[in-house]
């Protein structure tokens, strides 16, 4: 019956970047936020996901600045704009950082990765894996 229980299949939140792999059991909505320095104008950007079995959806944007490549629209709250959304971006979102955003990841409130000093891909995916290797963080 272990076994069985063993190979169960569970979703997880998959994060990759270059040679970091974190698998997370999802139970219920998680929230992922992204924090990274914006590379044009080099000021806090915050974009925060909620994350369920079902998928990963775009919940916030903040930003400081309107410049290239950040939202025209958005509400002055503190020291950022804020944007809300709520829009499902299907299973996976990826997005490339250069050395110079030095991104950080905060899961459900907790530091779980700072970006090392170099260039990569970031994945954020929704998968169904075994519930051995969910809980052995393969």
Sequence with gaps: ?????AFRPVH????????FNLLVPLS???TLSVEYTHSVSLTKVVDVYRINESGIYAYEEKWQEFLAGQPLNGS?????????LDKSLGKEWMYWFIEVNHFRLVLDGRPVF?????????VIRVKEVSAFKA???W
């Design 76 to 84: 002055p709250e503190g020291e950022f704009f804020v944007k809300r």
């Design 12 to 19: 997880v939140l998959e994060i990759t970047f270059n040679d």
């Design 1 to 5: 019956m272990a076994a069985v229980l």
């Design 135 to 137: 809980h052995a963080g």
């Design 114 to 122: 700072e970006q090392p000093a170099e260039d990569g891909l970031l």
């Design 28 to 30: 219920g909505t998680s």
